[in-house]
């Protein structure tokens, strides 16, 4: 069993609908999760940091954990061309961080 | 401010030969990280510095890997000998002391042939 699984896409959506990218997870202990943003052949970009569970907001993103359920996803509204990449669910692991393969989200003008 | 580099961007070596991973973390970035995707797969932690010393080589996948950071500040990942599934994009990463957010370079994309 994968550590975090997360559904490689694409996922497909039209410019200003909203995008929703979904993870989950096997350590019940797991406290902390990142989503990452990466450009194809560009480095890995934090835009959210959750430890909390609910929700928790930035702008267009939405980030939301629910530990009972070992789930995490990201809301992105309005989405735009410019947020089509791929999108990393991560969680921490001590020192180091334990990445899915990625979403690729596509948004189309 | 600059932001993490590696170097170089691209390798290309024969099976057997030796390589050289270099990184360049933000400076006053006391924790380095490596991690490694290989194709079709998740991006691997390899290890993590602080200041020199090495905390956590857990994800080192054997011995041909040997990971320095000298002083504390640039690091080093050298594959000897080098073998086919070694090939993959090779990342560095940094964080500040106390910090969550881990600063990912560009990545060294090393094909073995």
């Known amino acids: 069993q994968k550590e975090v699984e997360q559904n490689s896409g694409p996922l497909s959506v039209p410019e200003g609908a909203i995008a929703s990218l979904n993870c989950t997870y096997s350590?019940?202990?797991?406290?902390?999760f990142f989503w990452y943003r990466q450009y194809s052949g560009k480095s890995p970009e934090l835009i959210m940091f959750?430890?909390?569970?609910g929700d928790k907001e930035d702008g267009r993103f939405t980030a939301q954990l629910n530990k009972a359920s070992q789930y995490v996803s990201l809301l992105i509204r309005d989405s735009q061309p410019s947020d089509s990449a791929t999108y990393l669910c991560v969680r921490e692991a001590g020192t180091a961080l334990i990445f899915g393969k990625g979403t690729t989200l596509s948004v189309s003008s | 401010e600059a932001g993490v580099t590696q170097f170089p961007s691209h390798s290309v070596i024969e099976k057997g030969q030796t390589v050289t991973l270099r990184c360049d973390p933000i400076?006053?970035?006391?924790?380095l990280y490596w991690y490694r995707r290989v194709m079709g797969k998740e991006i691997k932690f390899l290890l993590h510095?602080?200041?020199?010393?090495?905390?956590?080589e857990s994800g080192m996948p054997n011995n041909r890997f040997l990971a320095e950071r000298t002083g504390g500040t640039y690091s080093t990942l050298k594959v000897q000998p080098a073998e086919l599934e070694d090939s993959g994009v090779y990342f560095c990463?940094?964080?500040?002391?106390?910090?969550?957010?881990?600063?990912f370079g560009p990545g060294t994309r090393l094909t073995v042939t």
């Open positions: 510095f602080v200041k020199e010393s090495k905390q956590d």
């Open positions: 350590d019940r202990g797991s406290q902390s």
């Open positions: 400076s006053g970035h006391d924790n």
């Open positions: 990463a940094s964080k500040v002391a106390g910090g969550y957010e881990q600063y």
């Open positions: 959750i430890y909390s569970n």
